[in-house]
């Protein structure tokens, strides 16, 4: 059974930084790219970023890009989000997520109906 457990969510003033983790168990992630999305209240859940666990190739949306940074290690099976200058408007609960690449580009990693295993969240929350 795989399992994401997400971690490193918290309460920071705007201009802040953090970096949240993501441990992944329960299978190879080989041949899976990772992602982060958020969901803030009363919207859609959206990708943030994505790498894949083989070649640590990277993909950002552009909403974020130049604010924050994925990265994987793959001796300790965990993702990482490190988000910089954080404004109030990034509160949101965060997820990160596996899915298969199976020949997918980065355009189909950015749709979460293409993922096939969620973490249960942490929620970040700017103060301004």
Same mark, same amino acid.
């Given at each position: 059974?795989?399992?994401?457990?997400?971690?490193?969510?918290?309460?920071?003033?705007?201009?802040?930084?953090?970096?949240?983790?993501? *441990?992944?168990? =329960?299978?190879?992630?080989?041949? $899976?790219?990772?992602?982060?999305?958020?969901?803030? #209240?009363?919207?859609?859940?959206?990708?943030?970023? =994505?790498?894949?666990?083989? /070649?640590?190739?990277?993909?950002?949306?552009?909403?974020?890009?130049?604010?924050? /940074?994925?990265?994987?290690?793959? *001796?300790?099976? /965990?993702?990482?989000?490190?988000?910089?200058?954080?404004? #109030?408007?990034? /509160? *949101?609960? $965060?997820?990160? *997520?596996?899915?298969?690449?199976?020949?997918?580009?980065?355009?189909?990693?950015?749709?979460?109906?293409?993922?096939? $295993?969620?973490?249960?969240?942490?929620?970040?929350?700017?103060?301004?």
């Amino acid at each position: 059974q795989v399992f994401l457990v997400e971690s490193g969510g918290g309460l920071v003033q705007a201009g802040g930084s953090l970096r949240l983790s993501c *441990a992944a168990s =329960g299978r190879s992630f080989s041949s $899976y790219a990772m992602g982060w999305f958020r969901q803030a #209240p009363g919207k859609e859940r959206e990708f943030l970023a =994505g790498i894949s666990w083989r /070649t640590s190739g990277t993909n950002y949306a552009d909403s974020v890009k130049g604010r924050i /940074t994925i990265s994987r290690d793959t *001796a300790k099976n /965990t993702m990482y989000l490190q988000m910089n200058s954080l404004r #109030p408007e990034d /509160t *949101a609960v $965060y997820y990160c *997520a596996a899915a298969q690449v199976a020949g997918r580009s980065w355009y189909d990693l950015r749709n979460k109906a293409n993922y096939d $295993y969620w973490g249960q969240g942490t929620q970040v929350t700017v103060s301004s």
